[in-house]
């Protein structure tokens, strides 16, 4: 039987595991991008939204590794700062194993619904 | 400003809001939102989106040392969790069909509750119970926690209230890009009478799973600007991580004063910008 104190020592792994490998990334990315534009003015005091590549994960992987592409590089932080944003939800899923490994019924559903939430709310 | 300057600056500025967040157990995000907009000239969805990021950058970092100590009541995070992601889903909803100028308004009336919120003197005066409500049994809240004599009992109480405060709070994270984490306190705290040390560890825990639940939704609206997300969540991440090395030996009840005043004078700016008073 996997015991309470097993979950949340992985869960604490996972989250500090992926927050490192995420701001790695974006450090890299950001570094890499601000290497290419170094002479352009920002231009965050107009909101004018963002290319709608960037609601779709798939896109977003073949434009970064598309050289050619303009935003390839934008892509590429993008990609970091998505593994960011994906931790709660992967954190949540394994939560939600844990439990069901537990045959604890009630929370491997009140995860499984939080889950679904999360991706409802990046899918919609 | 040329773009390596301004990110320059306005990571060094999400790294001193860093700091001080995590010295006052403030989240990155009620300050970095209105340094961006009132110190940068930054759109407040932009802001939002950024300041969301790094909440959810913080609060993984932050919740992993609580979850393996065994503070945080993993159950607990995950039933609240119902409540707030499905708020946050509907606050950003709601943010998205907003004016940019009612945002600034609401963002500053909520600051300025979450200083006051933070200005208890005594986060325990409301005593926590070694009994639960029915409610809390039947789900299984109750837990324990590690003390300096061993592990301890704790009772929860009032989960329906608690619950519906922790709705309100989802809605306020979605709808501002914050973590709400002093909301959360205080329907854990003062509500269901949990300790308050497995309340602040158990709200980190949320607050990252709250903000991703509105994330998705700021990232199809266009949000998310990749490039002034990366340097602020950085610049937030590496902030905390500081202020958490430096808490032992940090003047925090001066930082306290000196900063919640600031905060305070912030949100009333907030509220000024949004019902159009530019100075």
């Known amino acids: ?124 | 400003m040329e773009e390596l300057t301004f990110d320059i600056l306005i990571s060094v500025a999400a790294f001193v809001a860093g700091v001080l967040g995590s010295l006052i157990g403030l989240g990155g995000g009620v300050i970095i939102t209105p340094v961006l907009v009132l110190g940068f000239g930054v759109d407040i969805r932009y802001a939002m989106g950024a300041a969301l990021a790094s909440v959810i950058a913080t609060s993984s970092g932050a919740a992993a040392a609580f979850l393996r100590d065994g503070i945080s009541n993993m159950r607990i995070g995950l039933f609240l969790c119902v409540a707030t992601t499905v708020g946050a889903v509907c606050g950003a909803m709601l943010a998205v069909v907003l004016d940019q100028s009612v945002l600034s308004v609401i963002f500053g009336v909520a600051l300025l509750v979450t200083v006051v919120l933070s200005l208890r003197k005594n986060p325990d005066a409301a005593g926590s119970k070694i009994h639960s409500d029915p409610l809390a049994e039947k789900l299984r809240l109750p837990g324990t926690m590690p003390t300096e004599h061993g592990p301890e009992n704790y009772g929860v109480q009032r989960v329906i209230p608690g619950f519906a405060m922790m709705w309100v709070a989802g809605v306020l994270s979605g709808l501002l890009g914050i973590g709400s984490g002093a909301f959360k306190v205080v329907a854990m705290d003062q509500l269901m009478r949990i300790p308050f040390k497995v309340t602040t560890a158990t709200s980190n825990f949320m607050i990252g799973v709250t903000a991703a639940a509105s994330v998705g939704i700021y990232l199809k609206r266009g949000y998310l600007d990749p490039a002034l997300v990366a340097p602020v969540a950085l610049g937030v991440l590496a902030g905390a991580f500081v202020g958490a090395k430096l808490l032992p030996v940090a003047p925090v009840k001066l930082l306290r004063i000196i900063f919640l005043s600031l905060v305070s004078v912030i949100a009333v700016q907030m509220v000024l910008r949004g019902v159009g008073v530019n100075f």
């Open chain 1, 1 to 124: 039987m996997i015991k309470d104190t097993q979950i949340q020592k992985g869960l604490a792994r996972m989250m500090l595991g992926g927050t490192l490998i995420a701001a790695t990334l974006m450090l890299a990315g950001l570094i890499w991008y601000l290497s290419a534009n170094p002479g352009i003015k920002s231009g965050d005091h107009i909101f004018s939204g963002e290319p709608k590549y960037f609601e779709n994960p798939v896109q977003m992987f073949q434009r970064a590794l598309d050289m050619s592409e303009v935003g390839h590089r934008r892509s590429f932080l993008m990609i970091g700062i998505l593994l960011l944003l994906i931790n709660p939800a992967l954190r949540v899923a394994f939560a939600a194993l844990g439990f069901v490994a537990q045959k604890d019924r009630l929370y491997a559903g009140i995860s499984l619904f939080v889950f679904a939430v999360l991706v409802f709310s990046f899918f919609w």
